[in-house]
């Protein structure tokens, strides 16, 4: 075998130094980009965009420095591939390839050849390598003729290497070893609702990183252009996948929390789940209406107001028709502020216009009057108090503050109301920001300053393109048969360019717009999702070309989702493809058994994942009068790798200083740092997440916190790659009886 690893590393060598060469000329090119001044703004903007795509490709070369090439395939044709994170290519042999990227159609067989269909492939080998240096290979003869067969396909192999790694609190890339039902999931195409179910463990976010990573690299031209959107559950979730798609040579996602999808809203803030689940229901879109219908007022009384000295009345019943005429124009409620204004100025102008006698006045005169009330500070404030202009979080703010406000929007459900009532404003959850996105399409924003200035900006960038076009033709004054830049381009098209010229990626641009739409987007733990929630993404996705991952087995938030088909009906009907994800990679069977026992009392609709290894650890129960003490010392023991300590809500304080104590630098707290070898979580912050070790404090209250208790038990019971303990005072919950007898 040595002789193989020697082969493979000289070929690894070559590879290196092509990739040397690469970033050698790409460094060169960029600082050409940069010493490059020109007083043309065409040239500058054009200087721009190649500094920005340099230094993108320079990214990319950096992220593929570990791992560039893993795998081999050789053919019964005698010919070889080479398998790696990007394509290379000889540039002085006519440009064959040296590698495939791993996404390029002809790498598949890498992936989904076996002994059964082996596709033409004889052998497929994976190369391990720690910096530059190929460690093992691991081979797999497919062809049954070939004299090799047998000889190494005992043995680790690359997958249950990986698997079997210690875990350091960030997710690493798959690339190496997608298996075979992940590749047909990462490869689906591009249009369209892709549901994928899973248990845990089956690398659901995994396939949604590599399918992103995927979808670029084969549909780069939309997707940079719109841009890909990840929704994930919460920011730590987020931060452990963030090294997945730029180790893959991706940087141009935008990865989000629902929470985080309004512009300028940072939703940090924290509530009870009865308040979230409320907020996430789907007749919160008719509470926001009448909370805004209800900021359109009537006065019970005539409302007195003094213009220029002058008393002058208005009536309920003028306003109730202002208002009846403002809401029939069929405007959003700022917009139709407008009308609303002028029919309030009317009615006062009709009574200034008697008082002074209406028949001497022309048509001069009124609308002098009119233009006089309008720009008067007391009609301004009495049209405001009647119709006030509104920004999503001013409706949310003053309708959470005020309980008659509530009672008004939320008639059918005084417990409701009650859950919302909160008096000091002080920031966002992550269920207010789906609420402010809907109140903004209530609202409508009033932007026609922004309009109106953008509309000049385009005019100028026409004028200024017409004179260069002008310019140029004055210069190309030559042969009638050479194609000149004004044959080709006018002058709005070349203005549409240079807006080109905004070098921000999609992504960039994206997280600062509300209106922008994505080319695709990809959420994972798709089934925390509320109804509110389903409604700002599929605002973002009007194409539905969308991924949504998870598994309806841990659904924890209480307006999380039961049925994708319940989900999905009022988008798109049932025109969506479902497909399920069947091994689990992370939990080992002795650990799955005692979770398969919980999913069989949950009553979930879905078949546990099998497990793909066992590593002969078996859980253990243990009871205890001392839980945070028991938990601590279990904190402070040498064991290898990542131990999460999964605890009740209620607890969180207590065994977290009790560890604290022990380990002090363990983490604890709303953003616990994963890198960390001890962490103390609830089971909320632990969904999609991994440890090497899991200790389960008090399951029966972890149960018994929510209503959805026996799918939080399911998902903390599978979050071990290797060992899970359970320490407990009260009995352990009935489904734990597997456990139990262990
Ligand atoms: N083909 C593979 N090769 C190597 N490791 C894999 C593979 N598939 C999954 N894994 C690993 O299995 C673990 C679980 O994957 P992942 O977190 O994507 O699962 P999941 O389905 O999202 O789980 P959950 O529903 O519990 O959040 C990860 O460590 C992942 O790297």
């Known amino acids: 075998m040595s002789n193989e690893i020697d082969a493979e590393q000289e070929y690894l060598t070559l590879l290196y130094a092509h990739l040397d060469h690469l970033r050698t000329e790409t460094d060169t090119r960029l600082a050409a980009a940069l010493r490059e001044v020109s007083s043309l703004p065409q040239a500058m903007s054009l200087r721009d965009a190649t500094i920005a795509q340099l230094s993108s490709q320079r990214a990319q070369y950096d992220a593929v420095e570990n791992g560039l090439c893993f795998g081999r395939i050789d053919f019964t044709d005698d010919t070889t591939t080479y398998i790696g ?39 497929r080998r994976h190369i391990r390598t720690s910096m530059r240096k190929v460690t093992a290979v691991d081979d797999e003869h497919l062809d049954l003729r070939d004299p090799g067969h047998g000889d190494t396909v005992t043995g680790e192999t690359a997958l249950l290497a990986a698997l079997n790694e210690t875990r350091h609190g960030v997710m690493r890339d798959i690339v190496e070893t997608i298996q075979a039902e992940q590749d047909e999931i990462i490869r689906a195409g591009l249009n369209g609702v892709l549901v994928v179910q899973g248990g845990p463990g089956t690398g659901k976010t ?46 141009g996602v935008l990865l989000r929390t629902v929470g985080d999808l309004f512009p300028g809203v940072r939703a940090t803030r924290a509530e009870s789940q009865a308040a979230a689940e409320v907020k996430g229901r789907l007749s919160m879109v008719d509470v926001l209406r009448r909370a805004v219908a209800d900021r359109q007022v009537v006065p019970d009384e005539p409302i007195t107001l003094v213009v220029e000295r002058v008393e002058m009345t208005l009536r309920p019943r003028e306003v109730a ?25 009317d009615a006062l102008a009709r009574q200034e216009a008697d008082r002074l006698g209406a028949e001497f006045l022309d048509a001069a005169d009124l609308a002098d009057i009119r233009r006089e009330l309008a720009a008067d500070d007391e009609v301004v404030a009495t049209i405001d108090d009647l119709w006030p202009e509104l920004t999503p979080q001013r409706l949310l703010e003053d309708l959470y503050a005020d309980e008659d406000r509530l009672a008004t929007a939320m008639p059918e459900h005084p417990d409701a109301e009650r859950a919302l009532l909160r008096r000091d404003p002080g920031g966002w959850t992550p269920a207010d920001a789906p609420l402010l ?47 000149l830049a004004y044959d080709l381009i006018d002058a709005r098209e070349l203005a549409e360019r240079q807006e080109d010229a905004d070098h921000r990626t999609a992504a960039e641009r994206a997280a600062a717009d509300r209106d922008w739409t994505f080319g695709h987007v990809i959420v994972d733990e798709a089934q925390e999702l509320s109804a509110m929630a389903w409604r700002v993404l599929m605002r973002r996705c009007p194409s539905r070309s969308m991924t949504l991952v998870g598994d309806v087995a841990q659904t924890g938030a209480l307006a999380g989702a039961d049925s994708w088909a319940d989900v999905l009906a009022p988008y798109v009907e049932d025109r969506w493809r479902r497909t399920e994800l069947t091994v689990n990679y992370r939990t080992p069977a002795e650990i799955m058994a005692v979770a398969a026992d919980v999913l069989a009392e949950l009553g979930a609709p879905v078949e546990p994942p ?66 960390s070898r001890v962490v103390v979580l609830t089971v909320r912050q632990a969904k ?47 489904a734990l009886t597997a456990l139990r007898s262990a």
Request: glycine share 6%; proline share 6%; net charge negative.
């Open 321 to 345: 028709e202002a208002r009846a005429r403002a809401r029939r124009s069929g405007r959003l409620h700022n917009h139709a502020r407008e009308v609303f204004a002028r029919e309030i100025v």
């Open 437 to 483: 996105d809907e109140a903004a399409e209530l609202l409508g924003v009033d932007d026609r300053e922004e309009r109106a200035r953008e509309a000049q900006r385009r005019r100028d960038a026409e004028h200024y393109a017409q004179g260069v076009l002008d310019i140029l033709q004055l210069e190309d004054e030559a042969d009638p048969d050479i194609l």
């Open 85 to 123: 994170r990007i394509g290379l290519f000889d540039s002085d042999d006519d440009y064959e390839p040296l590698q495939l990227d791993w996404r390029a159609p002809a790498a598949r067989p890498f992936y989904l050849a076996t002994a059964a269909a082996p596709q033409g492939v004889r052998r």
């Open 610 to 675: 099998e497990s793909v290894r066992e590593t002969g650890h078996a859980p253990w129960a243990r009871r205890t009068s001392d839980l945070a003490g028991a938990a601590a010392a279990e904190a402070a023991r040498d064991a290898p790798g990542s131990l999460a300590l999964l605890v009740p809500e209620e607890r969180v304080a207590e065994i977290g200083a009790a560890v604290l104590a022990e380990v002090p630098d363990a983490a604890v707290g709303e953003r616990p740092d994963l890198e």
């Open 206 to 251: 995994a396939v949604a990183l590599h399918r992103a990573a995927y979808l670029l690299y084969t549909h780069r031209e939309l997707l940079a252009r719109r841009g890909v959107l990840i929704v994930g559950p919460n920011a730590t979730f987020l931060k452990y996948i963030g090294q997945v798609l730029p180790s893959l040579g991706e940087t």
């Open 688 to 734: 999609g997440l991994e440890f090497d070790s899991v200790l389960l404090v008090e399951p029966a209250e972890i149960v018994a916190e929510s209503p959805r208790g026996l799918n939080d038990l399911y998902v903390a019971l599978t979050r071990a790659t290797q060992r899970l303990g359970v320490l407990h005072s009260a009995d352990l919950p009935p």
